[in-house]
């Protein structure tokens, strides 16, 4: 019988001890982790201090008890660009959390990081939103991350100022007639001073919007920090442009800037119908303006007859002898004469003789007129 007792009150013990601990967990949880400010700008080639406020919200979730003393702290932060860790970039921060059973607040952790010149560099060169600082944060039961979004700025010698943008499609051609559906990508060629983050739009005027239209529709937002002692340079590719559509297409890319007002070019494309070209023969199209070795300006009006059935107008400027043009226009039926722009002219060398042609495109970009090669000179 004594035994049996025994045995019974050990089993007894078991199931209260076992009870206690169900009712008493060991446990409490990192709700959330939130930095101020949630973003920064870092000033590149210099090493400034970033100060950053980490806020990690907890509860105490023992339901008996208190009040309970948890020691909240990360290791380290790390600073991650396009999803990878590259370095980690500060040591551990600890401070201590004194909950009673069911309560819950925030704690405040404050640091500064400085980065080093080689993670500067790391940053100038990755893409405007790739970036973060991110800290674990851990109450020794449960943890929470929250990060820091990170930005290239100004190195303190001025703002990044975009002094110039070339268009062009990736064969380098300024106007280009493709067919439905075929890939087709343009390219921006970027000259700015000082260094910060570039802020631009690709934006389309296609055949569903109106060819009016000052602003077309965004195809891609792009934010990229750019760094340069003094004067710049940088490539920026188009998204695949929408050649579903037959008609013809104006594509931009629009930057955002205070100060200094730039050019922006467009680059036109004709899309034409699935069904391809009709084959017929193209018939003399009759040019109106400007006379033969007529000299080449901004003010330079050039003019043609109608072509019946014509959806476009293709204008190209041509060196002495050559099949490739080297700059032009293409613009809707609605538009018998156009001038060029002086990024356009860009193109072409000061003191030399140039040829011109215009051509008609039909609804599937068939050639229905073309005119002769006329002498102009670029004085």
Known sequence: MYGSQRHFLVVASLILLAGLLHSNPANADVNSVTASPA??????????????????????????????????????????????????????????????????STVTLTESIILSPGQLRLLADSAA?????????????????????????????????????????????????????????????????????????WRLVDPSTSLGSQSGRVLQVVRQSLLSAGQGRTRITSPKLPTDRSGLHLLAFAVEQDGAQIEIPVLRYFVIEKSGKTIVEPFPMRTLTPAADASLSEQTVFAWQPVESATAYQLEIFATGEAQPLTGKLVPASEQQLSLSAMSLDWLEDNTQYQWQVRALGNQGQLLAISAKQPINMP
Do not use: H
């Not at 950053?52 to 932060?77: D, H, K, Q, Y």
């Not at 600890?94 to 909950?99: A, F, K």
């Open 39 to 104: 973003s920064v700008t870092v000033p590149l080639g210099q090493t400034r201090p970033v100060t950053i406020s980490w806020r990690v919200n907890r509860t105490e979730t023992v339901s008996v008890g208190g009040p309970f003393t948890r020691l909240v702290s990360s290791p380290s932060a790390s600073l991650i660009i396009n999803g990878a860790t590259v370095a980690n970039i500060a040591g551990s921060l600890s401070t201590t959390s004194v909950l009673p059973s069911g309560g819950t």
């Open 129 to 201: 939103g790739s970036a973060r600082i991110e800290r674990t944060f851990s109450d020794t039961q449960t943890s929470g991350t929250g990060s820091v979004s990170v930005y290239a700025g100004s190195a303190g010698v001025g703002e990044l100022t975009v002094r110039r943008i070339d268009l062009a499609f990736q064969n380098a051609a300024r106007s280009e007639v493709v067919k439905q559906d075929e890939s087709l990508f343009a390219v921006a060629d970027i000259a700015f001073s000082s260094s910060g983050v570039l802020r631009g739009e």
